[in-house]
């Protein structure tokens, strides 16, 4: 697992989050067009707040795409929350040599949005899920 540092960008990001949402940040990822907030298992729903009343204050205060994904010690269960917007079919980890591979399966229609352009959020996926789990390697199928 990776180490974890945040800058002070994002640990202002992560203050504004908590302040709106009530809800303690587990993590915080900033890509380019958007930012990913990781909150503990179970309080997903609370995060999004009524209606995404949460997300869209956030996104008009960043002026940024927000996602929050839900934390899991289970790593099938986190790598299936990390990709939860591409509506996920199935996750398989194995042991390729020394190196942990999951594939994860994704509807058909959203495979070309989970990899993104330039394999950008595929890119950021793997190091979240890396920062959290020894998973070294991800691929979208």
């Known amino acids: 697992m ?3 540092r945040l800058d ?3 640990l202002l990001h992560i203050n504004l989050f908590e302040k709106v949402t009530r809800i303690h940040v587990k993590d915080c990822v900033e890509a380019e067009d958007k930012i990913i907030f990781m909150v503990d298992n179970g309080w997903i729903s609370k995060a999004v707040g009524k209606n995404g009343e949460n ?5 008009k205060a960043i002026g940024k795409t927000i996602q929050i994904i839900e ?3 289970d790593p099938l269960q986190f790598v299936k929350s990390v990709f939860h917007p591409y509506e996920v079919e199935n996750v398989e ?7 942990v ?4 399966k994704v509807n058909p229609t959203l495979k070309a949005k989970a990899i993104g352009r330039a394999g950008r959020n595929l890119k950021v996926a793997r190091d979240i899920i890396y920062r959290h789990h020894n998973i070294q ?5």
């Open 93 to 99: 980890i194995e042991n390729r040599g020394d190196v």
């Open 8 to 10: 002070n960008q994002t």
């Open 71 to 73: 934390y899991s010690q």
């Open 55 to 59: 997300v869209s204050k956030l996104r």
């Open 101 to 104: 591979h999951a594939t994860v």
């Open 2 to 4: 990776a180490e974890i």
């Open 137 to 141: 390697s991800v691929s979208v199928a």
